[in-house]
Nanobody
Framework: QVQLVESGGGLVQAGDSLRLSCAAS????????MGWFRQAPGNERELVAT????????YYVDSVKGRFTISRDNAKNAMYLQMNGLKPEDTAVYYC????????????????WGQGTQVTVSS
């Protein structure tokens, strides 16, 4: 069992940066691949980035490549999403999630979810 809690969201202007954190409980955090998803009103939940259990492999959707960086610290049971160059289209609720597969890309491949943190980017 893994419980996830996101933090770090907020209201920023276009071009600003934010760092999201995902704190995990449980001693098995390091055995899970992790992902960040986001969901804007009226839209489906979409993948943003993933990181393997070791942190050695990462994946980004094209819309955030070069702007967002996913990382994790297994010693601290934590995962992060550094978001630079934010755009209004990045506005959404951001969720962290845990999967048993390093190759998981779809929401239904993730078994544990946080409650989400709102990111709003004004133009």
């Amino acid at each position: 069992q893994v419980q996830l809690v996101e933090s770090g969201g907020g209201l920023v202007q276009a071009g600003d940066s934010l760092r999201l954190s995902c704190a995990a409980s449980g001693r098995t955090f390091s055995s899970y691949a992790m992902g960040w998803f986001r969901q804007a009103p009226g839209n489906e939940r979409e993948l943003v980035a993933t990181i393997s259990w070791s942190g050695g492999n990462t994946y980004y959707v094209d819309s955030v490549k070069g702007r967002f960086t996913i990382s994790r610290d297994n010693a601290k049971n934590a995962m992060y999403l550094q978001m630079n160059g934010l755009k209004p289209e990045d506005t959404a609720v951001y969720y962290c999630a845990a999967s048993r597969s390093d190759y998981a890309r779809k929401p239904d491949e993730y078994v544990y979810w946080g409650q989400g943190t709102q990111v709003t980017v004004s133009s």
